[in-house]
């Protein structure tokens, strides 16, 4: 057996030293010079840039609080939306907090004059705190508070909203939703920003 | 539950199913050692590593001396991981100058990754250097699916070879698993995830101003290498402490599939290789079958669960489905079903969070890990685990019939099964043990984020996951102090070398014994009674052992669920 065991040494450290050149190295250095030189943009985080500075990512979430835009859903990163803490909220179905912190979103909406259920997504925080994306059923809900206080028509909102919903992949693959980004930024771009809100 | 969730299902299966012969058989080229086409350009890296390591591939080696290679081999890993994690601080390749990690958080994660579990009691964008996510971490989520899928071999050899005191060489199964399957595959899926948006960078983090004006930071790094690897090896651990649900990690629906469909893939290949190997495929289809009846049950429970929603927060005006810690880019079916795969494989990645699943929907991950994760299971570990019941289930059908078992030509002995009872009895040992010393002592109490039973399945589900080398979590428990880090790395360590052992001592306990032919008394292990016996074995064993600690918990938390019961 101690023959057993000084014949596994070498090997032992000599293997893992070649595998860790290779596998910790090699492999993922060259897989960021490739993915660098054929797609530029989402190796790097795939940005949305307007007048040379960085406005957001295309798949990552942002921060929308104010009644001016269609706001994102409830985050448990950090404060909201924090890049560095990517989380959920990780309440449980019979969790107190859970009911109290649901409670409060559904009367901000009934506020807006929201009527009837809630879509699902719009009353709970994400997997990641960090979702880009609306269900369209909650997007629609923000219309009337869009319209408002942009002053814009109820129909030209809605119609905003319909021309950024993303359909499943081959009908069937993911969920409708719409890039709460892009439709902000569609919206920055057709109307009037209206003064005032919050 | 809708048309096209029950599609998405139904279709992941079905392509799966298309590839199990495919991958079974460059899986059974493999295990032969014999050439493929990747050897033009890996073939000298191959014999390179042999000779400056001093190996003969050829050399056969016993059940003992495979073993302690493979242990000597897991132990040098492992030291190195836990001397780079705690010396990040001043290696390079640290953009964000990130501090070592402290030793009980080192010991957890070398442990860990290791041990395939990939358990995080860290957030990998605020902890972890792009140097030591790679160096670190990347290497291991390579290596420890190479040594799950030599210690399958090994134990096909156990089954197929006659009168030998051999069960092949770890060093020759591991580097031409890692350079001819795994390698090739990565590189294909890591371009497919860069070009989908998952970032591919040596850079640390970019600054955003976003739309309303505040400053958000994004944290990049090598991403797409490592989530290529992180789901086709089972491993799961995430670069970010969201795993994938994070956008940079898993984009989009399609990221997603491909997600899914890599950490069973290798799984549903290796039950054909194992069929092939014992000269009949037949065997490999009715392991495969067994598995998916339970798979596809589980998978029925939690997305009809998900999909009916919380009734609590429908009492208050909220519509639809459980949405609470779900994207909505995968929305409910695809986010039941990811977490199906990743608990009935040992991966553990997580594409929306368990701790918030509905009560019973959140039970059937922790029961597919609690029956040994042998539902298609980790890569190598599932089949392996699996072959271990089909050994207690012909010695449970012999004891029926009063005759000696037989299993794939070989006499299943008191040995065989001793080893096996040994190999299985280490779950209920180390998950019940444990879980009950954290429900009384004050360090464990003060982990759980939840109140009332559903902190006490926070409690269960993490020595589970640690056990099963799952490494998915109810992650509301905080578990990055001394006491969870050090109890947790200890069950992953168990849950690993304390099954393989025994099962390699079996190997070489069948690789030795005679053909026995089959005959009109041999109990046919192929046809749909056979199947049902092996069902019946995994749940009789699981659901007897666990069904205590399940009504404490989330059984329980569903009562409460329903009745509007909070906490």
């Known amino acids: 057996m101690t023959s057993d065991l000084t014949s596994a040494l070498r090997p032992a450290f000599v293997m893992t030293i070649l595998f860790a050149l290779l596998l910790g190295i090699v492999y993922p250095l060259a897989m960021t010079g490739i993915g660098q030189a054929i797609f530029p943009t989402q190796a790097n985080g795939s940005l949305v840039v307007a007048d040379g500075k960085a406005i957001g990512s295309t798949v990552v979430g942002q921060a929308f609080t104010t009644d001016r835009y269609f706001q994102t859903r409830p985050s448990a990163a950090g404060k909201g939306y924090d890049g560095l803490a990517s989380s959920g909220s990780n309440l449980g179905p019979t969790s107190q907090a859970l009911v109290d912190r649901t409670r409060a979103d559904v009367a901000k909406r009934r506020a807006e004059g929201v009527t009837g259920p809630l879509p699902a997504d719009l009353a709970t925080a994400s997997g990641s705190g960090l979702d880009p994306d609306l269900s369209p059923a909650s997007a629609y809900a923000q219309v009337a508070r869009v319209a408002r206080i942009r002053s814009l028509p109820a129909d030209r909102v809605r119609a905003l909203v319909a021309a950024n919903v993303d359909g499943a992949l081959f009908g069937i693959l993911g969920e409708p939703r719409v890039n709460v980004l892009a439709l902000n930024r569609a919206l920055d771009a057709t109307g009037p920003h209206a003064t005032g809100a919050r | 539950m809708t048309f096209e969730g029950w599609i998405l299902i139904l279709g992941f299966v079905g392509i799966l199913l298309a590839l199990t012969k495919p991958v079974g058989l460059w899986l059974f080229a493999l295990y032969e050692g014999r050439r493929t086409p990747f050897h033009v350009i890996l073939g000298p890296v191959e014999t390179g590593f042999y000779r400056l390591s001093g190996i003969d591939p050829k050399q056969e080696q016993g059940w003992r001396r495979y073993a302690l290679h493979m242990i000597a081999f897991n132990a040098v890993l492992m030291a190195l991981t836990y001397a780079v994690l705690r010396l990040q601080g001043v290696l390079p390749g640290n953009p964000q100058g990130l501090a070592g990690l402290s030793p009980h958080l080192a010991f957890n994660t070398a442990i860990s990754f290791t041990a395939n579990t990939n358990w995080q009691s860290y957030a990998g964008e605020s902890t972890m250097s792009n140097f030591a996510q790679m160096f670190g971490l990347t290497i291991h989520n390579f290596l420890s699916a190479a040594t799950g899928i030599a210690l399958a071999f090994a134990l096909f050899r156990g089954f197929a070879r006659r009168s030998s005191a051999t069960i092949g060489n770890f060093w020759a199964d591991v580097t031409r698993v890692t350079l001819y399957l795994l390698v090739p595959v990565c590189v294909v899926v890591t371009l497919f995830y860069i070009a989908s948006g998952v970032p591919q960078t040596l850079a640390g983090t970019v600054d955003i101003t976003t739309l309303e004006g505040l400053k958000q930071t994004l944290t990049l790094g090598p991403v797409a290498s490592q989530e290529a690897i992180k789901m086709l090896g089972t491993n799961g651990g995430g670069f970010f402490n969201a795993n994938s649900a994070h956008p940079f990690e898993n984009p989009t629906a399609l990221t997603n599939l491909v997600q899914m469909l890599s950490i069973f893939v290798i799984g549903f290949g290796l039950t054909w290789t194992f069929g092939k190997a014992v000269g009949n495929t037949k065997q490999g289809w009715a392991i495969l079958s067994a598995m998916l009846v339970l798979f596809l049950a589980g998978v ?95 010695f449970v059908a012999g004891l029926m019939v009063g005759r000696t078992p037989e299993y794939v030509g070989k006499k299943i002995e008191a040995r065989e099964v001793k080893l096996a009872v040994l190999a299985i009895a280490i779950l209920p040992l180390v998950i019940l043990g444990f879980t009950a010393l954290s429900a009384v002592l004050p360090d464990g109490l003060a982990g759980p984020l939840n109140k009332g039973p559903h902190g006490f399945t926070e409690i269960l589900y993490a020595y589970t996951s640690a056990v099963g080398n799952n490494g998915s979590a109810f992650a509301g428990l905080t578990a990055n102090t001394p006491f969870y880090n050090g109890l947790l790395g200890v069950a992953m360590w168990l849950g690993r070398f304390f099954i393989i052992v025994p099962m390699l001592a079996i190997a070489g306990s069948l690789a030795a014994k005679k053909y026995t032919p089959e005959s009109a008394g041999s109990f046919p292990t192929t046809g749909a009674l056979w199947i049902g016996l092996l069902v019946g074995i995994i749940l009789i064993v699981g659901g007897l052992t666990f069904l205590p600690s399940l009504a404490l918990g989330p059984i329980a938390d569903h009562l409460a669920m329903i009745s509007g019961k909070t906490f």
């Open chain 2, 300 to 394: 029925t429970i939690t997305y009809a669960q998900e999909a009916a929603g919380n009734p609590i927060l429908h009492g208050i005006g909220v519509a639809g489905g459980n949405m609470e810690g779900k994207e909505v880019r995968f929305g409910i079916a695809a986010s039941a079903l990811f977490s199906v795969v990743t608990t009935a494989a040992s991966c553990g990645a997580v594409n929306a969070m368990l701790d918030s699943f509905t009560a019973l929907g959140g039970m059937i991950p922790l029961l597919n890990m609690q029956l040994g994760e042998v539902v298609i299971g980790g890569v190598g570990a599932g089949i392996y685990g699996f072959l271990l019941f089909a050994i207690l289930a012909v």
